[in-house]
Each structure stands twice: as structure tokens, then as C-alpha cells.
């Protein structure tokens, strides 16, 4: 991305749309960012493009930027496109069963990292780990370009999922044992099990109609 003072300021304003602190159609500008953190406003400009190319902010010249908003269609959109990346990473693993095991146990301590952020109540390191869950499935396509698109969605899927578990944080434990369900389907090599146990976890997660 660029220099530590991009990162920063693009850590800083994605933390806080990621989280609800900013909410949806919130106007920001790059001198506001700037001052609050101490930077000039070329890496703010950077950070903003950043933001923008991640589909978290709207540049508006010479005015600021404001904050995207999630509706169902879109929603639906992202979570679809990981159903089809993820069951196909699962299908190409499954054909690779000598790694199988190490990739299950990344995914155990994943999903302890997401046990370990709900007990102490911090959702933006739970819904970091849960993105990493899931992107970690996707890295077995072994598919540069398809990585490339997955990372560019991070964000606005890490939005998702603080957003579920905001909205409902008794279904957390829940959502965590589905993981555990998905590790499991992996580890047995049961593409369809893992397939469908997909669907579920993301269509209740998300209170969304059946998807595909």
C-alpha cells in the first residue's frame, strides 16, 4: 500500500467504518483525517483511493468522501461470490489430501482466535479472524488472480460479519461451532457436505433468502 503513514491512516478510517463508528453515508474529509492523526494529507489522499478501490468510501473531489452503504443485493452479491470461491478452494483441496491436515489446524487456531476476541468482547479482531477463516479456504485455489479479488473484498466482508455479530451477539457461539462444522467437512474431504453447511451458516448468519 504504500508508506507506514498510508497504512495508518487507511487502518485508522477502515477500523472505523468496519466497526459502525462511522456510519453508512457519514462524510469524511482527508483534512479531518489528517489533523486527527497527525499526518499530511498525501497519505490521507492515499488511504482514501485505497478505501475507495476496497468499496468502504466514495470520493467526491474537492469535498470529501462518504462512507458506502450495504444493502441485501449487495450483500448477497459478496457472500455468493465467496460460496463459489470458497467450494471450489475446498474441491482443489480435496484433491491435494496430503495438505490437508496442516490447513485444518491453521483453520483450529483461526477459530480459537475468534473464541478468544468474542469472550473479550472486541468484535473487530472477531470479525478479522472470521474473514481469515474463510480467506484461508480460498488461498487452496493456489490462483493469484482470485487471491487478488478475495483480499480487495476483505473489508467490506469483515463489515459484514462485525455487523452480524453487532446486531446479534448471541449468535456468535453459534456462528463459531459452524466453522468448526465447515473444519471438519474439509478435513474428511466431503465437498458437498462442506458446500451446503456453507449455505446455511452464511444465509442464517446474514438473514438472507437461499443463495444460488
Do not use: C, W
Amino acid at each position: 500500500m504504500g508508506s507506514s503513514a498510508v497504512e495508518r491512516a487507511y487502518t485508522h478510517v477502515a477500523d472505523a467504518i468496519i466497526s459502525g463508528e462511522l456510519a453508512a453515508s457519514a462524510l469524511i474529509t482527508e483534512g479531518d483525517v489528517a489533523v486527527s492523526l497527525g499526518l499530511s494529507r498525501t497519505p490521507v489522499r492515499e488511504a482514501f483511493l485505497a478505501l475507495e478501490s476496497a468499496g468502504l468510501l466514495r470520493l467526491f473531489p474537492k469535498k470529501g468522501a462518504i462512507v458506502t452503504a450495504v444493502d441485501d443485493t449487495e450483500t448477497a452479491e459478496l457472500l455468493q461470490v465467496r460460496i463459489l470461491l470458497e467450494t471450489k478452494a475446498v474441491q482443489l483441496l480435496g484433491e491435494r489430501p496430503a495438505q490437508i491436515d496442516a490447513v485444518e489446524a491453521e483453520l483450529r487456531a483461526l477459530i480459537q482466535a475468534q473464541s478468544d476476541a468474542a469472550a473479550a468482547g472486541d468484535l473487530l479482531a472477531y470479525a478479522r479472524a472470521d474473514h481469515r477463516f474463510h480467506s484461508r479456504i480460498v488461498d487452496e485455489t493456489h490462483n493469484s488472480v482470485i487471491d487478488e479479488i478475495y483480499s480487495r473484498l476483505g473489508p467490506r466482508l469483515e463489515r459484514l460479519v462485525h455487523r452480524v455479530a453487532a446486531r446479534d451477539p448471541d449468535s456468535i457461539d453459534r456462528l463459531i461451532a459452524e466453522h468448526r462444522l465447515l473444519a471438519e467437512h474439509l478435513r474428511v474431504g466431503d465437498t458437498a457436505a462442506y458446500d451446503q453447511a456453507l449455505r446455511a451458516h452464511l444465509e442464517s448468519g446474514h438473514r438472507l433468502p437461499r443463495m444460488l
